[in-house]
């Protein structure tokens, strides 16, 4: 259970691979095995020929394009969770009271602010309200989880009664 079986093209390809005992040689070796991915695969692209030869700087940036690629269906998701949707509102709360600021004056723009704060503090009590809500919700669960509790209990006494 949990032996690793290899494929016939990897019995292959380890069998066609010398290896120098002596003198191991990890980039002999994997030499090898890029030439010998590439024959049986009859073209010159093979995964282990990708991979590049040069120092840190070329594998950081192979992996970061291997995980960029990886990373593209989720893209979508991943700005779903980030995108700060007040943002877009801000800016277009910000562009409205400029543009009242040059078509009404100053008087217009006070008033607007006043509407505006005035909806952030219904807000404010709609969302306390709301939290008091689901603090009671919480609690009258707890009180129903605990009388089913007790009628389990009170069926199973009654089944040991009846059927003594």
Known sequence: MGRYRRS????????????????????????????????RSGSGSSPAADLPEGGSKAMKSFIKTVLLKSARPFRSLIKLLIHDPHQDLMAETYERLRMLEQEHGE???KE?????????????????????????????????????????????????????
Do not use: P
Request: proline content about 0%.
């Open 107 to 109: 008087d217009r723009k």
């Open 8 to 39: 016939t093209s990897e019995e292959a390809i380890a069998d066609r691979v010398r290896i120098d005992y002596d003198n191991l040689s990890a980039a002999d070796i994997m030499r090898q095995i890029k030439e010998e991915t590439a024959k």
């Open 112 to 164: 607007y602010i006043k509407l505006l704060y005035g909806l952030s503090h219904n807000i404010v009590v709609e969302l306390t309200k709301l939290k008091i809500e689901v603090d009671d919700l919480r609690v009258k669960l707890s009180i129903l989880e605990k009388d089913f509790e007790n009628f389990k209990k009170r069926e199973k006494a009654l089944e040991r009664h009846v059927f003594k």
